[in-house]
């Protein structure tokens, strides 16, 4: 079991910046790859971020690429998602996810909804223009 609490999110002005953070507990976080992913009013859940147990590999999609970064403490138990250069279109619930189950591969970073099996509970963002 593996629980997921994200925290971060907020209003801010187009330009601006944010930085999500997750807190996991529960199964060990090590070896457990980690996503981003964002849901706008009305619109499907998007991938936004992921990254590999190690931190070796990260994805972004096309839209957020240069602008957000994705990093992970494995000794923390966290993994953020540094957001720069906010646009409106921007504004979304934003939720991070693990893995269904842990690997043993450093570059295993999954883009798919179907790879993760734990979410948070999802946090705010809300760029104004």
């Known amino acids: 079991q593996v629980q997921l609490v994200e925290s971060g999110g907020g209003l801010v002005q187009a330009g601006g910046s944010l930085r999500l953070s997750c807190a996991a507990s529960?199964?060990?976080?090590?070896?457990?790859?980690m996503g981003w992913f964002r849901q706008a009013p009305g619109q499907e859940r998007e991938f936004v971020a992921a990254?590999?147990?190690?931190?070796?590999?990260?994805r972004y999609t096309d839209s957020v690429r240069v602008r957000f970064t994705i990093s992970r403490d494995n000794a923390k138990n966290t993994v953020s998602l540094q957001m720069s250069s906010l646009r409106p279109e921007d504004t979304a619930v934003y939720f991070c996810a693990a893995t269904r189950d842990p690997s043993q591969q450093e570059f295993y970073a999954p883009t798919s909804t179907d790879a993760y099996g734990y979410w948070g509970q999802g946090t705010q963002v809300t760029v104004s223009s």
């Open positions: 529960g199964r060990t976080f090590m070896r457990y790859p």
């Open positions: 990254i590999s147990w190690s931190g070796v590999m990260t």
